[in-house]
Every structure is written in C-alpha cells, then in structure tokens.
C-alpha cells in the first residue's frame, strides 16, 4: 500500500472502542464516554476535568477544556474560558459551541509541561508494502495560553527527546520512545485486524506529570 492511501475512520469512537478490546492497550486509554447530560455530569464528578471533542474532526477544532470546581464549572475554548454557576447554563454553553454534532467526552490528562505549556507527541507510522514503518515522533508544544498542540493552533513542534528530556527527565527519552513505539505496534495490529485496509496512522500520545502514557487520539489522516 502507498503512502498517503489507505482506508479511512472518521470516528474516534470507532478507533476507541475497537483498543479498548485489549487489556494492555486499554490501561492506555483515557475514560471515554459519548457526550450526554448525565455521562457529563458523572464524569465531571469523577475526575474534576474532562476533554470534549468532536467524534469526527481534526486540527483541534471544537475541543473543549470543562473543569468543576466546588458547585461551578467553566469551558475553555480555544483561549476563551466561560465560567458557569449551573450544569444547565455550562451545557447551554457547551451546545452553542457543538451545534449538534456528536462529542465524545474524554478524561482530562494532566500533561506534563514546558514553562507551563503542555506538550504531546504525535507517532506517525506508515504501512509500505507488506511491513509498517515509523516515519517521525515529534513532540508538539502547545501555544501559551491554549491547551491544544496542534501546529494549525501555534503549537511548536520539537523532536520527542527534547520533549520528553525538558518535560520530564533525560533519564526517561529511552524508555518513553520504546514504550511509545511498542504501543504503536501493538495498537496497530488491533485496529488492522478490525478495519483492514488501513494504510498511514497518527498517533497522538500524552504523557501525564507522572510517566505514564496516554493515547489521545489515532488519526487515519495524519497530517
């Protein structure tokens, strides 16, 4: 297969699903629920901070930061952030932002950070003829005062030593790299068996404050 062809998933809830179906894999994944009302609620319970996304798009477009705080909640878009009093004037809010497209909610992942900007790694990794290659991991920093990394948001991108070096530790560019590299493959081989056909993936990993990994997303378009 060449590259730059190869089949396409739009949705992420598709994607998720499907690596939620091995354990190893699963322990990688942040909580993930549709967005609704009462899933909102109870996750906003449950971690304090949530990630809404777009079940389909790219770029950073539409996400959504939502925090709760004692009995107020605020939404931060893009570097806008609204503070609500109630549930029902933050969904409000978050509807205007959504105009009915499906969300997806995500457990929010405390990054680590570079002077306090957060910084996330994106794995492209490329089927040419029968065998899958690596073809870059960068880190990408997100822009100060935006949570998103995307370079289309004035994310800055470096190389994922430097990243995982500034961010967390030298000691850690070895180890991280060979676990990012390993949960690629392995993830890979899932989503091949369940959808074939796929032929380039971007993977989006975070690393929280304490080491440990997190597939955000996995793009069959990766730009």
């Known amino acids: 297969m060449h590259h730059g062809s190869g089949r396409m998933l739009a949705s992420k809830w598709v994607k998720t699903a499907a690596l939620l179906s091995n354990r190893q894999i699963a322990e990688h ?19 304090g901070m949530v990630v809404i996304k777009p079940i389909r798009g790219a770029g950073g477009h539409g996400v959504i930061k939502v925090t709760k705080h004692r009995s107020r909640y605020s939404a931060k878009y893009m570097t806008r952030t609204r503070t609500f009093g109630s549930f029902g004037a933050l969904y409000r809010h978050l509807g205007r932002i959504r105009r009915r497209r499906v969300y997806l909610i995500q457990k929010g ?6 002077g306090g900007r957060p910084i996330d790694y ?28 995307n370079l289309c948001r004035g994310g800055s991108q470096l190389t994922a030593a430097q990243g995982i070096s500034r961010s967390l530790s030298p000691r850690l560019v070895g180890v991280k790299k060979r676990q990012m590299r390993h949960l690629t493959h392995v993830a890979t081989g899932i989503l091949e068996r369940r959808f074939p056909g796929i032929g380039q993936l971007g993977y989006d ?8 990994i997190w597939i955000l997303e996995v793009n069959t378009r990766p730009q």
């Not at 992942?109 to 570079?114: D, G, M």
């Not at 492209?124 to 005062?145: I, N, P, T, Y």
């Open 29 to 47: 994944i942040p909580a993930t629920r549709i967005l609704s009302p009462g899933n909102l609620r109870g996750m906003l319970a449950l971690y």
């Open 109 to 114: 992942i405390h990054l680590a950070t570079i």
């Open 122 to 149: 994106r794995v492209k990794f490329v089927k040419v003829g029968a065998r899958w290659q690596f073809r870059s991991m960068v880190g990408r920093l997100a822009r100060r005062g935006l949570f998103v990394t």
């Open 205 to 212: 990993y975070g690393i929280d404050r304490r080491g440990h």
